[in-house]
């Protein structure tokens, strides 16, 4: 059975306008590593010091991606990704300390879509934005069918849409994608190894639960009973997949 994925075909990046980024970090040190580090034709960087900054940036003008630290003043990085997922699907990179674990899983139930462990590599913070940025460049040109119907389940992708049982669901972008990835592949089983490179984009982090994390997050919205999932079923010993029925 063929695999529907997301494209893997890179969009011209010449013929793309430059990517507005916002950084939000109080640490100067942080926040300009992060400033050197995207520094490039591709990327146009807006920096803050704190979460209050960030909203009031949020509210002037549109941003591709936001980074936000969870540790900052006047509103925190929990609070300010939260209040921008009730207004928008820009993608949110959450920035936590290396035993901050529980503030990736806190993040992503506020709606984050990805996070990065401090202290960072270089290379890996320019993988994350550019595996973010080719993520929603391929929303426009998937290679699965735009509209996929799987039991209760319809997905209007060109809309970003989410019916389940003739009722819309209001669903984070990664959400969407896991339940795209899935409903498109209906019936095949995926480890979190082939989850997380497919629908994140790279390769799996073992000391993170994100996969388990969205998928119970799922459950919460499209099931009936979410402790007793009908859709989105668990293999025992292998990972999940959408029931065809």
Known sequence: MPLFRRTSDRVSEEALAPRRILIADDDPSIANLIQVTLKDPRYELTAVSNGLEALQAFEKQPFDVIILDVMMPYVDGFEACQRIREQSDVPIVILTSRDGTDDVVHGFELGADDYIVKPFKTA???????????????????????????????????????????????????????????????????????????????????????????????????????????LIITVRGVGYKLSEG
């Open 124 to 230: 890996e913070l320019i993988a994350r934005v550019e595996s973010i940025l080719r993520r929603v460049e391929g929303y426009k040109s998937r290679r699965a069918p735009p509209i996929v119907r799987v039991g209760p389940i319809e997905i209007d992708a060109p809309r970003h849409r989410v019916t389940v049982r003739n009722h819309e669901v209001n669903l984070t972008p990664m959400e969407f994608e896991l339940l795209y990835f899935l409903a498109a592949n209906a019936g095949q089983v995926f480890d979190r190894e082939t989850l997380f490179r497919e629908v994140w984009g790279y390769e799996y982090v073992g000391e993170t639960n994100l996969v388990d994390v969205c998928v119970r997050r799922l459950r919460e919205k499209v099931e009936l009973e979410p402790s007793r999932p009908q």
